[in-house]
């Protein structure tokens, strides 16, 4: 009698079209981006292909490897990385994914910029730091004129040139951020890594980093407390004489998730580093690269959402249970719909965001709705992506708790974003920071959810639930992750019912704003148009 015949189980769904996703695709056209298109299809068709998914697996089956000293014993502070682990980096390298938006001046370079990343982040979520980190560095660093000129071209090359060399010798650039301390964590304030003044116009650098992401980079801003107060400094790698800048990696991070990226503890020993703007305004000069990698983990959790909806709804597709395919069934048809309703809805948010983006430099309304609308949405975004990544693998059950389902990889990556850059008090309290600082940002934001007023009359009474939220300032604080959570959902609302599927817009509205919704995911109310939602995650 035969034992093992195998049947009922779901095909692989590799190869597939990362970029087959309407809400992306209509984002990227309507905020301005429409010529990206043909590269976005490609990187799609790579992301979702047989090869980058096997290097993005195994790039996290094995992590980067310290290597603290060479055989002779000298140090070297070097990390190993898997060799698809750079496979995946030049990908992104050369299609532009790093720093090349600042490098290009066509409308929208950096709506494409968001939507590539999103797309191609499918394939590993850890390289994309790095990644990340090189975008973001670059409106910091033109604090110091002389040192963006030398290097931002090359942090914009489309050339993935690996290894350690003093950097204008290279053809590309990597950079780096170095901010938290092991006493302060968030609060940045409470540093003690000290800067000196050396008669070159350089500094020495003493101090110990708790979290360094991708030590092997060329080049890292940092903060240090130089003599007139917090100060942010430019340190490469390698230094103009072409000697190694000591700075030393203690350990790699054994991590949650996230395990393709290198995160290490590191020591500066007399390093030499280079100041960026002016003593005492580092917080106000690295604050410029955290809030544009804080975009990045709103596109990143909301990468995480699409590929869990992707995966659940072409399991359910596949897989027979009780004498039905799972996603005829109702009370899964209810769960796969409520999963693609989040996932639309951050990424709807996420291209809105990357469009205020590109506009911000010209249009002082755009850069007002950025400074409160990327606060709010961090928050809100990147809370979800966790409890989104459970319920998508429990839709595989057994099957997605398997390693090799991938599913396991994907909820351990999603709390990180809610992490990075300031975890959900420190985005919820910002947000409020940016209200009572900048009073321009509450009209900016009022200015852009009342353009889908009169289309909802429940995303219309939650407009006005915000307003009263905000008229009364007892117990702000107290109350912040729930003025930042209503307002988050609104943005999203307003987004949907203006640019949505009108099914998604209208499901969204009812639940997230009308309460006509339980707790878990999947406690949609009858009259949903779910089959519509569904195929909207079809890959």
């Given at each position: 009698m035969?034992?093992?015949?195998?049947f009922n189980?779901?095909?692989?769904?590799?190869?597939?079209?990362?970029?087959?996703?309407?809400?992306?695709i209509e984002g990227?056209h309507r905020?301005g981006?429409?010529w990206?298109?043909?590269?976005?299809?490609e990187?799609g068709?790579?992301?979702?292909?047989?090869?980058?998914?096997e290097?993005?697996?195994?790039?996290?089956?094995?992590?980067p490897?310290?290597r603290s000293h060479?055989?002779?014993g000298?140090?070297?502070?070097?990390v190993?990385f898997?060799p698809?682990w750079h496979d995946?980096?030049r990908?992104a390298?050369?299609?532009?994914?790093?720093?090349?938006?600042?490098?290009?001046?066509r409308?929208?370079?950096?709506v494409?910029?968001a939507?590539?990343?999103?797309t191609?982040?499918?394939?590993?979520?850890?390289?994309?730091?790095?990644?990340?980190?090189?975008?973001?560095v670059?409106p910091?660093l033109?604090h110091?004129?002389e040192?963006s000129?030398?290097?931002?071209p090359?942090?914009?090359?489309?050339?993935?040139?690996f290894g350690?060399?003093e950097?204008?010798?290279k053809?590309?650039?990597?950079?780096?951020?170095?901010m938290?301390?092991?006493?302060?964590?968030?609060?940045?304030?409470?540093?003690?890594t000290?800067?000196?003044?050396?008669?070159?116009?350089?500094?020495r650098?003493?101090?110990?980093?708790?979290?360094?992401?991708?030590?092997?980079s060329?080049?890292?801003l940092?903060l240090?407390?130089a003599?007139?107060?917090?100060?942010c400094?430019?340190?490469?790698?390698?230094?103009?004489?072409?000697?190694?800048n000591?700075?030393?990696?203690?350990r790699l991070?054994?991590?949650?998730?996230?395990?393709s990226?290198?995160?290490s503890?590191i020591?500066?020993?007399?390093?030499?580093?280079?100041?960026?703007?002016?003593?005492?305004?580092?917080?106000?000069?690295i604050?410029?690269?955290v809030?544009?990698t804080r975009?990045?983990c709103?596109?990143g959790?909301?990468?995480?959402m699409?590929?869990?909806?992707?995966?659940?709804?072409?399991?359910a597709?596949?897989?027979?249970?009780?004498?039905?395919k799972?996603?005829d069934?109702?009370?899964?048809?209810n769960v796969?719909?409520?999963l693609v309703?989040?996932?639309?809805?951050?990424?709807t948010?996420m291209?809105?965001?990357?469009?205020?983006t590109d506009?911000?430099?010209q249009?002082?309304?755009?850069a007002?709705l950025?400074?409160?609308?990327?606060?709010?949405?961090?928050?809100?975004?990147?809370?979800r992506?966790?409890?989104h990544?459970?319920?998508?693998?429990?839709?595989l059950?057994?099957n997605g708790?398997a390693?090799?389902?991938?599913?396991?990889?994907?909820?351990?990556?999603?709390?990180?974003?809610?992490?990075?850059e300031?975890?959900?008090?420190?985005?919820?309290?910002?947000?409020?920071?940016?209200m009572?600082?900048q009073?321009?940002?509450?009209?900016?934001?009022?200015?852009?959810?009342?353009?889908?007023?009169?289309?909802n009359?429940?995303?219309d009474d939650?407009?006005?639930?915000v307003?009263?939220?905000?008229?009364?300032?007892?117990d702000?604080?107290?109350?912040?992750?729930?003025?930042v959570?209503?307002?988050?959902?609104?943005?999203q609302?307003a987004?949907?019912v203006?640019?949505?599927?009108?099914a998604?817009?209208?499901a969204?509205?009812?639940?997230?704003l009308?309460?006509?919704?339980?707790?878990?995911?999947?406690?949609l109310?009858?009259?949903?148009?779910?089959?519509t939602?569904?195929?909207?995650?079809?890959?």
């Open positions: 035969q034992t093992h015949e195998v189980q779901v095909p692989d769904i590799v190869p597939f079209d990362a970029a087959r996703n309407p809400a992306l990227l905020e981006a429409g990206a298109e043909p590269e976005v299809r990187l068709a790579l992301a979702g292909g047989a090869e980058a998914q290097w993005g697996r195994l790039a996290n089956e094995y992590p490897v310290l060479d055989r002779y000298y140090r070297i502070d070097e190993e898997h698809h995946l980096m990908v390298v050369e299609h532009g994914l790093h720093g090349a938006p600042w490098l290009d001046d409308p929208g370079a950096h494409a910029r939507a590539k990343f999103y191609w982040g499918i394939a590993d979520a850890g390289h994309m730091c790095p990644i990340s980190m090189t975008y973001a670059v910091a033109r110091n004129r040192l000129a030398k290097y931002e090359l942090l914009g090359s489309r050339v993935y040139d350690l060399r950097p204008s010798t053809a590309g650039l990597i950079a780096g951020m170095s938290t301390e092991k006493q302060g964590g968030s609060d940045v304030r409470a540093n003690t000290t800067a000196t003044p050396r008669p070159d116009g350089s500094y650098i003493v101090g110990h980093k708790w979290f360094t992401s991708a030590p092997m060329d080049m890292f940092t240090a407390q003599p007139g107060g917090l100060s400094f430019l340190l490469p790698r390698v230094l103009p004489d072409g000697t190694r000591p700075i030393r990696i203690q991070k054994d991590k949650l998730g996230n395990k990226n290198a995160s503890e020591e500066y020993e007399n390093a030499s580093g280079w100041l960026v703007g002016q003593e005492g305004a580092g917080v106000k000069t604050i410029e690269m809030n544009m975009l990045d709103v596109i959790s909301a990468t995480g699409r590929a869990g909806a992707v995966y659940a709804v072409h399991h597709r596949h897989r027979e249970a009780f004498g039905a799972l996603i069934q109702p009370a899964m048809r796969l719909a409520d309703i989040e996932s639309d809805a951050a990424t948010v291209m809105r965001l990357a469009g205020a506009r911000t430099t249009d002082p309304a755009e007002a950025r400074r409160i609308a990327l606060a709010i949405t961090k928050y809100w975004v990147c809370k992506a966790p409890s990544a459970a319920e998508a693998l429990e839709c059950g057994g708790y390693e090799e389902s991938g599913m396991p990889r994907l909820y351990r990556e999603a709390p990180l974003m809610s992490i990075w300031g975890s959900g008090n420190v985005a919820a309290l910002d947000a409020l920071r940016a009572g600082r009073p321009e940002t509450v009209e900016a934001y009022f200015n852009e959810v009342s353009l889908a007023k009169g289309e009359p429940r995303l939650a407009i006005a639930r307003g009263k939220e905000l008229s009364d300032l007892n702000i604080e107290y109350r912040a992750r729930r003025v959570e209503l307002m988050a959902l609104v943005l609302g987004q949907l203006r640019h949505g599927h009108p998604v817009a209208d969204f509205c009812a639940t997230r009308g309460d006509d919704w339980g707790i878990a995911f999947g406690t109310p009858t009259g949903v148009g779910t089959g939602i569904i195929e909207r995650a079809l890959v």
